[in-house]
C-alpha cells in the first residue's frame, strides 16, 4: 500500500478504535482513526485504500455512511463490523455494498484478511 493510502478506521468505541488502529500499523498499513461517520466524511480527501466502519453508531450508521459514500461517487471498498447478531441488518449492510462483515469479537486475522481483499479491489 502506498504511503498517502490509508485504511480509514470509523469506530465510536474509542478502545477498539484504538486497538484495530494499532492492529494495523503493526501489520505495516497507513491507517487514520474516526469517532463518528460524520468526521470522516467531513474530511474525505480520496486518500482513502478502505474503510473499516462499525455498523451501528450514534448518528449517521455505517450503513448510512457507505450509502452516502456511494451517492458522491466514491466506491471505496468498505468492511463493516458489529456486536450484533442481526441476519437482517446483515443483509442490509451486504446489499449496501459492504465486502465483509465481522462480529465482534473478531479475530485479527480475519480482519487482515478482509483488508487485503480489500486494497486489492
Known amino acids: 500500500m502506498t504511503p498517502d493510502r490509508f485504511v480509514s478506521i470509523v469506530e465510536?468505541?474509542?478502545?477498539l478504535r484504538d486497538a484495530l488502529l494499532g492492529l494495523l500499523r503493526s501489520m505495516g498499513y497507513a491507517a487514520r482513526g474516526f469517532a463518528c461517520a460524520e468526521d470522516f466524511l467531513a474530511v474525505q480527501d480520496g486518500r482513502c485504500?478502505?474503510?473499516?466502519?462499525d455498523i451501528r453508531m450514534p448518528g449517521l450508521s455505517g450503513i448510512e455512511m457507505?450509502?452516502?459514500l456511494r451517492r458522491s461517487g466514491f466506491d471505496v471498498?468498505?468492511?463493516?463490523?458489529?456486536?450484533r447478531d442481526d441476519p437482517a441488518l446483515e443483509q442490509q449492510a451486504r446489499a449496501g455494498g459492504a465486502l465483509c462483515i465481522l462480529r465482534k469479537p473478531f479475530d485479527?486475522?480475519?480482519?487482515?484478511?478482509?483488508v487485503e481483499r480489500a486494497l486489492a479491489a
Not at 12 to 15: N, V
Not at 108 to 114: G, P, V
Open 49 to 53: 485504500g478502505c474503510v473499516i466502519t
Open 66 to 68: 457507505t450509502a452516502q
Open 12 to 15: 465510536d468505541d474509542e478502545s
Open 108 to 114: 485479527s486475522e480475519a480482519l487482515l484478511d478482509c
Open 77 to 83: 471498498p468498505v468492511i463493516m463490523i458489529t456486536a
